[in-house]
């Protein structure tokens, strides 16, 4: 009897539904929180848009003839802002995500429904399901594209997100600008009306020095600002014509430094919003958990959930926890001193580690699953010649293999380690207690013929004196007695 088994089908659709499992929840998850944030940002720019074509300002003809150029390049970098701010393009460029992630479901759906025919198809058949196999082995290779297109949409997504959220930082900054310059150009115009007035210019020069933020400017310029307070505490002081003759020359000075402080001060919230952006995504990153992965083999509802750095330093031995801690304490510690700039950098370096790290987990996590699988396939194999078998994690991790005993009468059969190596081949070690009077070759021959049914490659097993157990005629000097597969 030849061809392909039902089981051998059932096992490799198996193989499709822990591919479907790994990450597109994960993903589909992420694209979904990426596109609403960037859709977020984009009523933001469309708020600030709007705002900026409320805002107005003029130059009166008393106030250019009294600040001439400075005037000018205020009302002109006002129309600037606004124009530039008026003009900027807000458009949702992401469209195509929610129909593209629509489309990949669709996909999945289809994908879904292919299984469930092929189950279908080989559920009243035991033989012969050679067209089945090759469907389902498809069917595999279906779910892991699927998988590798809504990872690349991710990515798409988040690099709009990042592009659009730079842009409404801008925005931000700009928007400040321009409505520092209208109250300016205001006050210009109020102060051009009174001209005449001595006892108005000194008001006025009390009043625009007043309006500055102290307490920014004394953080960001502290020197420069005691030295203007007293300035102008000495112009107040002059006659009435000393004040007129250098009314103009005071006024610019507040002005100017008003308008630098208000662009550091834009600056500085600038970085400080993308420092605290970036430390909540590098939050995000690292926010992963990860299911038992007996639990998860095993399907159990209540799977144990395991964090990220603790999955990968039990299963995999990867200790990762202290690096990103000590980069997260670094981060929060340069926020908290306000180095928004040198914070960043270190966290990029804690979501590069975050990355890597899903990355390494995804990989532990499904390389686990396919040695449960293998392990599970060769136990039902020896359960069904009879055997009775156990099964036992090695080293209590099922990254380290599994150790399956079988016995039959006095006949023991000992799977010293069932694993899978680097390389992605199967490796079985086999200690084999005879039983008297048994036929080791033939029982071996039967062994093999049936793991191979499964999808198990069994090529040679040996005897301690080098003796091959499936071709007799076969001698070494290996030591021991081990199934191969390859």
Known sequence: MSGKKSCEVAAVLKQGEQARKLTDDIYSREITDC??????VLADMSTIKNSAQKVTATLDTPAQEMFGAEGKKFFAE????????????????????????????????????????????????????????????????????????????????????????????????????????????ASMNLTAKKRKEADAFRKELKDVLAAVDKQNAEKFFHDEFAALQKNISQAISLGDEALLSSFKKHYAAVTDFQSRLTERVALWNKHKSDAQTLFAQMEREVAQNFNDPIDRYNEEKNARIINLFDYLKTFGGKDLQAKYSELHDKA???????????????????????????????????????????AGAIQDVMDDL???????????????????????????????????????KIVVDVDHTESKGSNCSGAWNNISKRLNEVGIPLTEVRLANGNSVLHPQAVNNSVGQRAVTH
């Not at 596109?35 to 977020?40: K, M, V």
């Not at 996909?107 to 469907?135: F, V």
Request: negative net charge; glycine residues 4%.
């Open 78 to 185: 006002f129309n600037r802002i606004k124009n530039s701010l008026s003009s900027q393009l807000v458009e949702d460029r992401g469209k195509f995500i929610s129909r593209e992630l629509t489309d990949l479901d669709e996909k999945l759906r289809q994908a879904d429904n292919q299984a469930e025919d092929i189950r279908a198809a080989i559920r009243h058949k035991d033989w012969y399901c050679d067209a089945e196999y090759a469907q389902a082995q498809q069917l595999v290779s279906t779910y892991k594209n699927l998988r590798t297109e809504r990872v690349n949409l991710e990515r798409r997504t988040k690099k709009f997100l990042s592009d659009e959220g730079q842009n409404l930082s801008s925005m931000r900054a700009d928007f400040s600008r321009l409505k520092n310059l209208s109250e300016q150009l």
């Open 35 to 40: 596109y609403n944030r960037y859709r977020a």
């Open 386 to 424: 009879r055997y009775d078998t156990d099964l036992q994690i090695i080293n209590d991790n099922p990254n380290d293999g599994f150790k399956i005993t079988c016995n039959i009468g006095d006949e023991i059969i000992d799977f010293q380690r069932v694993d899978i190596d680097a390389e992605g």
């Open 332 to 374: 929060a510690k340069l926020i908290a001193q306000e180095k928004f700039l040198e914070s960043m950098a270190v966290m990029n370096s804690a979501i590069e580690l975050g990355q890597s790290a899903n990355q390494a987990a995804l990989a532990l996590q499904e390389n686990m699953l396919k040695k449960l699988e293998l």
